[in-house]
């Protein structure tokens, strides 16, 4: 530390350097100081430079509104549009829903069916009321509904035949069980045979001899007795079994009262099906007459009356449409008016006319700019004027005062400055950091100063201590070991301590040699 502070100087000398508390604490806030100072200077210096800049610039910018015209007339032309509406928004939206109903004109008038003219002839032309069309649904409906009604009668009907017939069959298949109808052919058969004898008989002629009636009722080749007995024992055999399958029979009876009574009931329904058929073609040859001055070969009744529906809609969308053209008209003159006193007042003002075709909200927007731009021109010349009068009146005065006055606050600084670096040893123009690094040297050389006068204390004890240490050692060498005094400190206590060591093992086994003997006294009495 010595050599960077002062080369050649000594630690006595060193003593010499050191500084009060108060000293260090002055250097110390005058380094804080000066720094702020000089930050000081310079925002003042930057502060009147920059106000006296913003002075000219003043003047330059008012020299440019010498020739700002007032745009009174512009302004009243665009309070006059205001007035009038927002002509572009709804000139915008009425285009919008023109193009929006034309669409949905278009698509409906597509999706209609069975029409392919144009619209106005579409709400001409003459078709049935709504009422028409739900009366026919009603008339066709019913129909429908009594055909369904018959068909699934005669399904029923077809059903119950065709099951009485198939259990019939599966009857006659198990065995040949004879009907009533069977029983009475064959008794009918026999009587005619009866009939026949009985004539011959009576007449006197052989039953064999018999005329055509007996060769038709026996057959060629046949003889009348033997083709009658046949016959009454067929006739008797079949009323036998007949009784004696009076279950079956009746059974097989049923089903054939079954299968006729089907019969009768499939021709009457067929009947009534036919009539329901031909009223229901009647209605619907009525239904497409109602649509024939129309000239449209119409649908369901339901279709159709869904199809009234949308042309209403429509004709109720033609209508709108012809409103919204008419008013997208008069928008359009109305906004096409605006536009040139717009432009006109524009003009007027120096900047350059605008395109006829632009957008009404996009030339009132200019328009309201150049009105805005030239009220702010005029606002902006006066506001610069009563600035410019305060900033050369009042703050620039004051500005360039506080300047000077922090110019001086920073002369005293230097002067005080100076005046601590002397302390130092440092030339009166030392850098802070320069100032700083030399203070903090001084307060690790005074530190360091302070550790070798507390090391050097303690040394000097230590010295003491020793030679007390000695002391006490030669007078218990002179009472314990006299032959020790000439042998040095540490040594002789060396040898001390062993003896001790040495004369405290002899005693313990004095102790145990005493307890050995005390013990074997006792054993011997």
């Known amino acids: ?50 106000l006296s800049l913003k002075c000219v610039r003043m003047r330059e910018e008012l020299e440019t509104y010498d020739e700002v015209a007032a745009p009174d007339e512009l302004e009243r032309t665009v309070q006059r549009a205001m007035q009038q509406g927002d002509l572009d928004k709804p000139l915008e939206d009425a285009r919008r829903a023109q193009v929006n109903v034309k669409q949905e004109v278009a698509e409906k008038l597509e999706s209609l069916g069975l029409w392919r003219g144009e619209l106005d002839a579409l709400a001409r032309v003459a078709v049935p009321p709504q009422e028409t069309c739900e009366r026919f649904e009603e008339l066709l409906s019913g129909a429908a509904q009594r055909i369904q009604r018959l ?104 089903l054939e009262a079954d299968i006729a009574s089907c019969g009768k009931r499939m021709a009457e329904v067929e009947a009534a099906l036919t009539k329901a ?5 009647g209605v619907e040859r009525d239904w497409v007459e109602a649509w024939a001055e129309a000239g449209l070969q119409p649908r369901s009744p339901r279709e159709m009356a869904a199809w009234l529906r ?91 005062g506080a300047l000077d006055q922090e110019r001086v606050n920073l002369e005293t600084w230097r002067t005080a400055w100076a005046e601590s670096m002397d302390l130092l040893a440092l030339p009166a123009g030392a850098s802070v950091p320069e100032a700083t690094t030399v203070l903090e040297q001084l307060e690790d050389l005074a530190e360091a100063l302070r550790t070798r006068r507390q090391d050097l204390e303690r040394i000097e004890g230590i010295a003491r201590d020793y030679e007390e240490f000695c002391g006490r050692v030669r007078r218990l060498l002179e009472q314990v070991g006299p032959d020790l005094t000439d042998v040095p400190s540490e040594q002789a206590i060396q040898t001390l301590h062993a003896r001790f060591e040495k004369a405290l093992e002899a005693h313990r086994q004095l102790q145990t040699l005493g307890k050995e003997e005390r013990k074997e006294l006792e054993r011997l009495n």
């Open 310 to 400: 949308r042309r209403q809609e429509l004709t109720g969308l033609a209508h709108e449409l012809r409103t919204l053209d008419q008013e997208v008209a008069d928008l359009h003159q109305r906004a096409k008016g605006h536009r040139k006193a717009l432009a006109d007042g524009i003009e007027a003002l120096g900047e350059p006319r605008p395109e006829e075709d632009v957008p009404l909200v996009e030339l009132l927007e200019r328009a309201q700019g150049c009105v805005e731009a030239r009220r702010e021109m005029l606002s902006r010349h006066a506001q610069v004027e009563r600035e410019l009068a305060t900033l050369e009146g009042e703050e620039l005065p004051s500005t360039e």
């Open 151 to 254: 068909r699934e009668q005669r399904d029923d009907v077809l059903r119950q035949s065709r099951e009485a017939a198939r259990q019939l069959d599966a009857l006659k298949r198990e065995s040949d069980v004879p009907t009533e109808q069977e029983v009475a052919q064959a008794r009918g058969h026999r009587d005619e045979g009866w009939r026949i004898v009985r004539e011959a008989w009576e007449a006197g002629r052989a039953p064999g001899s018999a005329g055509e009636a007996a060769v038709a009722y026996a057959g060629a080749g046949s003889r009348l007795p033997e083709v009658y007995e046949r016959s009454v024992r067929t006739a008797d055999e079949l009323a036998d079994r007949l009784r004696r399958e009076a279950d079956r029979s009746a059974h097989a009876a049923a």
């Open 1 to 50: 530390l010595l050599d960077d502070l002062r080369p050649g100087l000594t630690l006595d000398q060193a003593q010499e350097l050191r500084l009060t508390a108060a000293q260090r604490k002055r250097i110390r806030e005058l380094a804080g100081e000066g720094a702020l100072l000089a930050t000081r200077v310079a925002n003042a210096e930057k502060n009147a430079s920059k």
């Open 277 to 281: 058929e031909r009223e229901r073609e």
